[in-house]
């Protein structure tokens, strides 16, 4: 390590659904945070360090910011996601350019008058330039000192620049992490999260956002890692469209996951898939406690 040497927190914030995720996952160049065409995927505060010669950046994924505060789980999301405001070397707000209104507003006031925020236009794949342009114009008129970079998470666009840019905000520090560690979650955790992912994509209804997941084994022998993890609902109706007619859903949910989870291992894994009801856990906070959502650092 050289005198030179740039460490620093990188928040990345804004409402549900404008692609932290996909853009952290993008810019570590692993697949650390689970992504889905719905809002509200991401849960927990989660890291993705990336390690050159020259630098060490550790992206913060946080959870959507809303304004819904009925259920404790909400409240425990937005705490995640505004706590890191005060901490990050520089934030980074991302706006879906297609989908810019009053939460975004709220959001840009909300930081207003920092002098480490970038704004972060995202899904510019989805418009024309000149559609952009009126955006862009809004958020100069809001937030006039911000630095706009328009990008595509997705598709990987304009991103060499918004790294550039992240970069020359890190302080000179040593590094936080050892260069070859990709996230501060556990495996258990990890896994946890692609299972939920998986459930995401299986299950048309509204239902997930009344699933959590834990992993209850976790053994890498020598030839196998065996998985047994616990899908938790709300209401024993759900519990049957989890399982689906003759478990289809369930057995769809479980290959996927399991895919995901031997590329990530490099070899065989054998993943066993329950489901419990515990009424109400995602308004009970002894219930938020025992899946790991009292605190940043949860780890399964």
Not at 97 to 106: A, E, L, T
Not at 195 to 202: N, P
Not at 266 to 281: A, H, M, P, S, T
Request: hydrophobic fraction near 40%; include cysteine; glycine fraction near 4%.
């Amino acid at each position: 390590m050289n005198d030179s040497f740039q460490t620093g927190y990188v928040a990345l914030i804004g409402k549900p659904n404008t692609g932290k995720s996909t853009l952290m996952n993008a810019l570590v160049g692993e697949k650390l945070s689970i992504t889905a065409h719905r809002p509200q995927t991401t849960r927990h505060q989660i890291l993705g360090i990336k390690t050159t010669q020259s630098y060490q950046c550790i992206f913060v994924d946080t959870p959507g910011i809303h304004d819904s505060n009925q259920k404790a789980i909400h409240r425990y999301m937005n705490r995640a996601a505004i706590s890191m405001l005060a901490d990050a070397d520089l934030i980074c707000v991302l706006l879906d350019i297609s989908h810019f209104n009053g939460d975004d507003v709220k959001i840009l006031k909300r930081v207003a008058g920092r002098n480490n925020v970038v704004i972060v236009l995202n899904k510019i794949d989805q418009m024309t330039k000149t559609a952009c342009l009126p955006v862009m114009q809004k958020i100069s008129e809001i937030v006039p000192d911000f630095e706009i970079v328009p990008v595509s998470a997705l598709e990987k666009e304009n991103l060499d620049r918004l790294e550039a840019l992240i970069i020359s905000y890190l302080p000179i520090a040593v590094p936080q992490f050892p260069d070859d560690q990709l996230t501060d979650k556990s495996m258990r955790f990890i896994v946890a999260e692609i299972v939920r992912e998986k459930l995401f994509r299986v299950l048309t209804q509204e239902l997930p956002y009344s699933i959590t997941v834990s992993v209850d084994h976790y053994k890498e022998e020598s030839d196998l890692t065996r998985i047994s993890a616990t899908i938790w609902v709300e209401r024993k109706s759900q519990k049957a469209i989890v399982i689906g007619k003759q478990g289809r859903q369930l057995k769809q949910t479980g290959s996927l996951a399991r895919h995901d989870i031997e590329k990530l291992v490099d070899g065989q894994v054998y993943l066993q898939l329950w489901v419990k009801v515990r009424e109400d856990w995602a308004d009970d906070e002894r219930s938020l406690a025992a899946f790991g959502y009292s605190s940043a650092d949860q780890s399964y």
